[in-house]
């Protein structure tokens, strides 16, 4: 199977808070690129969902107090059941702010430096 994604994905666990139909779910990520994300949730999400998403950027579990969280808006494309009960849900990033983007690609140079 070829991989046709655009952007390398980093593996990476951080913090994920998702607003969808007015409820806010929270989740923790299994990889992260500059055009989307996994991540784990305790509930499903249906494909084609738009919503809202904010990460908090860590470096090595540390939470940067100065940062924002990284938050852009979200499709879900697509969503799955785990072994034990949870649901991973892929996501791709929508209409990102320029300086959201850049926070973000900042982000992952930082993790690639330390692979």
Do not use: Y
Request: charged residues 25%.
């Amino acid at each position: 199977m070829d991989n046709r994604r655009e952007n390398p994905r980093a593996h990476v666990t951080i913090a994920a808070e998702l607003e969808a139909d007015g409820d806010t779910l929270s989740g923790e990520t299994r990889d992260l690129s500059a055009g989307g994300v996994s991540v784990l949730l305790e509930q499903s999400l249906a494909e084609g969902l738009i919503l809202e998403l904010a990460l908090i950027l860590t470096e090595d579990g540390i939470e940067q107090a100065d940062e924002e969280p990284f938050c852009t808006k979200a499709a879900v494309m697509w969503a799955a059941p785990t072994d034990d009960g949870h649901t991973m849900v892929g996501l791709r990033f929508k209409d990102t702010a320029p300086q959201q983007l850049q926070r973000l690609q900042r982000f992952l140079r930082a993790l690639s430096a330390v692979a």
